[in-house]
C-alpha cells in the first residue's frame, strides 16, 4: 500500500498563479479571436447533429468572448513517469459574453453571461534539449467541468422550451469528447514532435463495486406520477449509472420495490489521474419516465485513500437527503508483464478488465492521388472492435500526402478476448474507400520487447501507417 499512498500524496501543495493570471489578461483579446474561432468551427456544426427539431437550425450570428479573462488557481506542478511535467489548474471565468444565436423558427436569443468552473490538466511532453524545449502540449479537464449561461432577449422563451440545457449539453458533450480525461487536446509545440513519446497512457483500472444504498425515498413526482403511485404502491425500483470522466457509462440492474436496495455489482473502469470524479446516479426506474433520486460522488483518490470503501450521500437537486451509498474499490496498476497478462484468462467474471491494449496512429506516408482528392484515415480493427482516426482534406499550407492523425484507441481486455485473441488491422482509407492494410500479429506483440510493437507499417500502394500497438497486463496496486 506505500507505493500507492506516495503516489495518491506525492502532491507537496498547490501555489499562486497570479504571474500566469497577468499572462492570461494580456493574451486575452488574442485568445478570444481564436477561440470565437474555434468556437464557431467546432461547436456550430454540431447543433445540426446534437439538437432537436428546430433548434437544429442554430448559428452564431455574433460571437464575442467578451472583455473579461478567465482566472486560473490553486496550480498543482507534478513530473509524469514519462519524461514530462503536468500543471494541475482550477481555472474559473465569469465572461461577460456578447453573443448572438439564430435559428429557423428559432426567436434570436443571446448569451450575455458564461459561468465556467473546473480542474484543468496541462501536459507538456516530451521534454527535449531542442528549443523549444517541449514537443508538445496536451489540455484536459481532469473531470467535466461546471458551466451555465445566461440568456438575454428571448431568455424567457429559452428558459421554457429547454435551450439553455440544450445549448450546454451540445458545448459540454463537445468539450468532454475533445477535453476531458481521458481525452486530451493536443497543440504541438515543435512540428517534428513524436507522438509516441507524447502521449500518457492510462494509470490503471478501478474495480468499483456499487454495494447497498439506504433511506431511498424517491423524489417528488409530478401529478400524473402521483396518480399512478395511488394505483400502485410508490416504493422505488432503483439503479445506478456510473461514470469516470469522459469514459462510457455502466448500469447496475435495477432492484424492484426496495427501500434499501443492495446490488454488490462489480464495474472496472479505466482510470487517466487519481483525481478523477467516480459519478454515481441514483434513478428510479418508473413507467412514465426514470426519476433522478439523487447523485453521490467521490474520486478515484478519496476512495482509495479511506481504504478501499465510502459511504457516501445521495444529493437532489443540490440538497442533501436522508439516502446514502456505500461503494468498494479495489486500484490495479497497468504493467508490461506477458506472464501477468496470460495468467489472467482464468478470471472470466463478466466484463471483468484484465488488461488493455493501446494503438496510437501518428502519420501516414506516401499517398498517392489528386491532391483534391484525398481525404484520408485510419481505421484499426481488433475483433468485434473498430476505430476511426478523423479524416483529413487538403488546406493551403498541409502535407495531405503525409498527414499526421496523433490520435489514441485504448480497448480493454477481457478474459474471453484473451481466450482466443485476433490479430489487429490497420487499414488506411481514402473517404470510404480501404487504399491497403497492415496486419500486426497479436502474439507478435505479446512477445515485443515491453510489448509494444512500433514501427512504419506497410499498407500497400506505396504507402505507410506508422503506429504503435501496446498489450498490459493488470496488477493490484499495493
Not at 89 to 113: A, Q
Not at 116 to 128: D, E, V
Not at 213 to 231: C, E, M, T, W
Not at 381 to 407: H, L, M, V
Amino acid at each position: 500500500m506505500a507505493g500507492l499512498l506516495n503516489k495518491l500524496t506525492a502532491s507537496g501543495g498547490t501555489e499562486s498563479a497570479d504571474f500566469l493570471n497577468d499572462i492570461v489578461e494580456q493574451l486575452w483579446p488574442n485568445i478570444n479571436i481564436a477561440g470565437c474561432r474555434m468556437v464557431k468551427e467546432i461547436v456550430e456544426p454540431m447543433f445540426s447533429s446534437m439538437l432537436p427539431g428546430p433548434l437544429a437550425t442554430l448559428r452564431f450570428a455574433k460571437l464575442d468572448l467578451g472583455p473579461v479573462p478567465l482566472r486560473i488557481s490553486e496550480v498543482d506542478v507534478h513530473k509524469t513517469d514519462h519524461n514530462g511535467i503536468k500543471l494541475d489548474m482550477n481555472v474559473t471565468w465569469e465572461g461577460k459574453s456578447d453573443i448572438d444565436l439564430v435559428g429557423n423558427m428559432v426567436p434570436k436569443f443571446g448569451i450575455e453571461h458564461v459561468h465556467l468552473k473546473g480542474r484543468l490538466s496541462i501536459l507538456l511532453a516530451p521534454l527535449t534539449d531542442v528549443i523549444p524545449l517541449i514537443g508538445a502540449a496536451q489540455v484536459a479537464f481532469i473531470n467535466p467541468p461546471e458551466l451555465k449561461l445566461d440568456f438575454t432577449n428571448a431568455a424567457n422563451i429559452a428558459d421554457c422550451f429547454l435551450v439553455d440545457k440544450a445549448v450546454r449539453k451540445v458545448i459540454l458533450n463537445i468539450v468532454s469528447s475533445m477535453a476531458v480525461l481521458p481525452n486530451r487536446y493536443l497543440v504541438k509545440l515543435d512540428s517534428n514532435n513524436d507522438y509516441f513519446k507524447t502521449y500518457l497512457p492510462h494509470i490503471g483500472a478501478l474495480h468499483l463495486t456499487v454495494g447497498k444504498a439506504v433511506n431511498i425515498n424517491g423524489p417528488k413526482k409530478s401529478g400524473a406520477k402521483r396518480f399512478l403511485d395511488k394505483i400502485v404502491k410508490d416504493i422505488p425500483d432503483c439503479y445506478c449509472k456510473v461514470r469516470i470522466g469522459a469514459g462510457e457509462e455502466w448500469r447496475t440492474s435495477t432492484k424492484k420495490n426496495e427501500h434499501n436496495p443492495e446490488w454488490n455489482e462489480t464495474h472496472d473502469f479505466l482510470v487517466a489521474d487519481h483525481d478523477q470524479r467516480v459519478i454515481i446516479d441514483v434513478q428510479d426506474d418508473d413507467l412514465v419516465g426514470d426519476d433522478d433520486v439523487g447523485i453521490a460522488t467521490t474520486t478515484v483518490k478519496d476512495i482509495l485513500l479511506a481504504g478501499g470503501s465510502q459511504e457516501l450521500d445521495i444529493i437532489h437537486d443540490g440538497i442533501p437527503t436522508d439516502a446514502k451509498i456505500t461503494v468498494h474499490a479495489k486500484f490495479f496498476n497497468f504493467v508490461d508483464d506477458a506472464s501477468v497478462l496470460t495468467c489472467s484468462q482464468g478470471d472470466m467474471s463478466e466484463g471483468r478488465i484484465v488488461g488493455l491494449a493501446t494503438v496510437l496512429i501518428a502519420s501516414a506516408l506516401g499517398l498517392q492521388g489528386q491532391r483534391d482528392e484525398l481525404n484520408p484515415s485510419i481505421k484499426v480493427t481488433w475483433g468485434t472492435k473498430e476505430f476511426r482516426t478523423a479524416a483529413k482534406s487538403y488546406s493551403p499550407g498541409t502535407d495531405i500526402f503525409n498527414p499526421s492523425f496523433d490520435q489514441a484507441f485504448q480497448i480493454p481486455i477481457t478474459a474471453d478476448l484473451l481466450a482466443n485473441p485476433s490479430d489487429f488491422k490497420i487499414a488506411l482509407l481514402n473517404k470510404n474507400s480501404e487504399i491497403g492494410f497492415a496486419e500486426i500479429l497479436f502474439l507478435d506483440v505479446l512477445n515485443a520487447p515491453s510489448l509494444i510493437k512500433e514501427e512504419s507499417f506497410d499498407v500497400g500502394s506505396g504507402a505507410t501507417v506508422r503506429a504503435s500497438v501496446s498489450l498490459r497486463g493488470l496488477r493490484l496496486a499495493h
